[in-house]
């Protein structure tokens, strides 16, 4: 009897272990299932990189690769009107730099308002994307109202539509490999939120269909600001300024989300992506009073390696500030079920 009762309580023992190992076994993977942001691959931005311009505000860049050279639009105007110098002033400039994080040197004014269209009154919110043969400048006039102008060459002559092609603002442009265009941006309504809403287009210069009959397309009726948007691992993947604060708990810091089907939309992380503090490759920190407009630079895997904000400090104008980003590639709550792309060095 005793050998038996000695056996027995080595066997509970050995269950109570295994049972033990189990319970670990299966809460290792719960960590890992954290949601891996784009915060986790920042670097120290570079000191003296991005844009700058004496006497002028720079806001708003985005950047496309042609050739050996980058290629920046982005808006720009008297530093003397102030912020708000926008609603009146802001035009589309190019700047150049042979590394992407710069230092970029302007080129030229690009596009100016017009005073008989209807973008009489400012060209703000530039995007530059590419679409088959063509260079396709998106921006907008007044809120809730995006154009674009086409050419063949990033340095022009460019063609200007006589109309809206939407009725939303911040545009952020995907164009997928068939041509196809899908468009995330914010719509104010009446009662003064800033829903996230998308619009589709079998083409560039095709008519845009709004998504969901324009409902916000970000869960718990989170608002944003000032998306930008990229293709990696099948999913759509936005970054924004979250507005209010109702998805970070940090007005206006870096939101990121991600949607398989353009509709149906997930926050990766409730910790912000980035705040108005931004840490240099110098060892040294700058904290700015408003950080917006983010762009995110991906290569051809879908790898973001750069991110440009708009930084304004609390004194002198503002200036767009690029951040390193060690390759960041997005997962989707499971990534070790996700297959990441070979990748030799970040370029």
């Known amino acids: 009897m005793k050998a038996h009762s000695g056996i027995a309580a080595v066997l509970l023992l050995l269950i109570t272990a295994l049972s033990s190992v189990a319970a670990d076994t299966t809460n290792t993977p719960a960590a890992k299932l954290e949601k891996r942001s784009l915060k986790d691959c920042l670097l120290p931005a570079v000191k003296n990189g991005g844009f700058r311009m004496d006497g002028q505000i720079i806001w708003c860049s985005s950047v496309i690769n042609v050739g050996d050279t980058y290629q920046m639009f982005a808006s720009r105007w008297p530093a003397k009107y102030g912020l708000?110098?926008?609603?009146?002033?802001?035009?589309?400039?190019?700047?150049?730099?042979?590394?992407?994080?710069?230092?970029?040197?302007f080129q030229?004014?690009?596009?100016?308002?017009?005073?008989?269209?209807?973008?009489?009154?400012?060209?703000?919110?530039?995007?530059?994307?590419?679409?088959?043969?063509?260079?396709?400048?998106?921006?907008?006039?007044?809120?809730?109202?995006?154009?674009?102008?086409?050419?063949?060459?990033v340095t022009g002559p460019w063609t200007r539509r006589d109309k809206i092609a939407m009725r939303v603002s911040n545009p952020a442009i995907l164009v997928k490999p068939d041509a196809s265009v899908y468009v995330f941006g914010r719509l104010r309504d009446k009662s003064?939120?800033?829903?996230?809403?998308?619009?589709?287009?079998?083409?560039?210069?095709?008519?845009?269909?709004?998504?969901?009959?324009?409902?916000?397309?970000l869960p718990n009726?989170?608002?944003?600001?000032?998306?930008?948007?990229?293709?990696?691992?099948?999913?759509y993947n936005i970054l924004l300024n979250d507005w209010k604060g109702k998805a970070t708990g940090t007005?206006?810091?870096?939101?990121?989300?991600?949607?398989?089907?353009?509709?149906?939309?997930?926050?990766?992380r409730r910790e912000p992506v980035f705040t108005k503090t931004v840490v240099y490759d110098d060892g040294t920190s700058e904290t700015f009073s408003r950080r917006e407009r983010p762009f995110v630079y991906t290569n051809e895997r879908g790898e973001v390696i750069a991110l440009f904000t708009a930084c304004l400090p609390p004194i002198g104008p503002a200036r767009v500030v690029v951040q390193p980003v060690d390759r960041y590639y997005p997962g989707n709550g499971r990534e070790e079920n996700t297959v990441r792309p070979q990748t030799e060095s970040r370029k």
């Open 221 to 235: 009726d989170c608002e944003l600001e000032d998306p930008t948007i990229w293709w990696a691992n099948g999913q």
């Open 108 to 153: 030229e004014i690009v596009l100016q308002k017009r005073t008989d269209n209807w973008d009489n009154t400012r060209i703000h919110n530039v995007k530059i994307v590419r679409a088959g043969g063509k260079f396709v400048l998106y921006y907008i006039d007044s809120s809730n109202e995006t154009g674009f102008a086409d050419a063949d060459s």
């Open 251 to 268: 007005g206006k810091a870096g939101a990121q989300y991600f949607s398989t089907d353009g509709i149906h939309y997930t926050l990766m």
């Open 192 to 217: 003064g939120v800033n829903r996230g809403i998308a619009f589709t287009a079998p083409a560039y210069d095709a008519p845009y269909a709004v998504v969901a009959n324009g409902d916000n397309l």
């Open 84 to 105: 708000g110098g926008w609603t009146k002033y802001s035009e589309c400039v190019r700047a150049t730099s042979t590394n992407l994080f710069g230092p970029y040197a």
